[in-house]
């Protein structure tokens, strides 16, 4: 009943792998998550944006999942962002050091930009 | 805890599954807007307190089937106090240094075991307490203005 909260699709737009992320990132989103990005990646995806969206619950546990996609992205050559983070999440993503390896953007389309200004 | 009459405060039992934590997290939140909280207090509330009921699930309870989770919390003129109350199947008093993150990106550490440093950090005051009926307390306070330090 509750442990199965979290959406995750997959697009692409303008050279960018985008993962929809709507609902928890909890414990329970691991596989979701690993899947998604293994998918990306075994279609060759050097750029990734995790797009959140009405995420109103990312725990530790989540958190967690995000710093093992970082682990992949790091060993794999890949470029890694996030968007559509309330304040309260960008926040948390700067306390637990993630910001340092993720760019976090307002909104998919300032990530998208900035992937395109990055790569220029 | 009890409380006198004239402060605010709920309790709530639920099952020590995960996932039921997010019930704490809403009921308290409510809780909280009520008396008068504002809401970048609240959410900073809402993931402090969520991480300290899934200690008490999966340490303190050790994910046991059948248990339950205790929460309480009353509101004092402009402090919000939550115990969370688990049945002590594990004594657990959380003392492990923080890892940084480096060391988890390097295979040096768990992903995991984050919790108690954003607790730390997003709440004023946070700790195990003494329980007279056993299990493990965790008490969280939080203010409605952070003090300056803590900004």
Redesign the interface.
């Known amino acids: 009943?509750?442990?199965d909260e979290l959406s995750v699709s997959i697009r692409e737009r303008e050279g960018v792998a985008i993962i929809d992320l709507i609902g928890?990132v909890?414990?329970?989103a691991e596989e979701k998550i690993n899947s998604a990005y293994a998918q990306v990646t075994s279609g060759g995806a050097k750029r990734i944006l995790l797009n959140f969206r009405q995420n109103d619950?990312i725990?530790?546990?989540g958190?967690?999942?995000l710093?093992?996609v970082?682990?992949e992205v790091?060993r794999n050559n890949q470029k890694l962002a996030v968007s559509g983070l309330?304040?309260?999440f960008q926040k948390?993503f700067r306390?637990?050091?993630?910001a340092?390896?993720i760019d976090i953007y307002q909104d998919e389309d300032e990530a998208v930009k900035g992937f395109a200004t990055a790569a220029a | 805890m009890s409380t006198p009459a004239q402060q605010p405060s709920i309790e709530l039992y639920f099952p020590s599954?995960?996932?039921?934590?997010?019930v704490a997290?809403d009921a308290v939140a409510a809780f909280a807007r009520r008396v008068g909280f504002e809401q970048?207090r609240i959410?900073?509330l809402k993931?402090a307190l969520?991480?300290a009921c899934?200690n008490a699930i999966e340490h303190g309870n050790a994910q046991a089937p059948g248990l339950r989770i205790a929460v309480s919390c009353v509101c004092e003129d402009e402090r919000l106090t939550v115990e969370i109350q688990d049945d002590g199947l594990k004594h657990y008093n959380g003392h492990h240094v923080p890892v940084?993150?480096?060391s988890?990106?390097r295979?040096l550490a768990?992903?995991?075991?984050?919790?108690l440093?954003?607790i730390s950090?997003l709440v004023d005051e946070a700790g195990f307490t003494d329980s007279p009926t056993g299990g493990n307390v965790f008490r969280l306070a939080l203010y409605r203005r952070r003090p300056v330090a803590a900004q």
């Open positions: 009943m509750l442990e928890d909890t414990t329970f619950y725990n530790s546990a958190i967690a999942i710093i093992g970082v682990t790091n309330s304040q309260h948390i306390m637990v050091g993630l340092q390896y | 599954e995960l996932g039921y934590e997010k997290r970048e959410e900073d993931t969520g991480e899934i940084p993150i480096e988890k990106l295979g768990p992903l995991r075991g984050m919790g440093m954003m950090a």
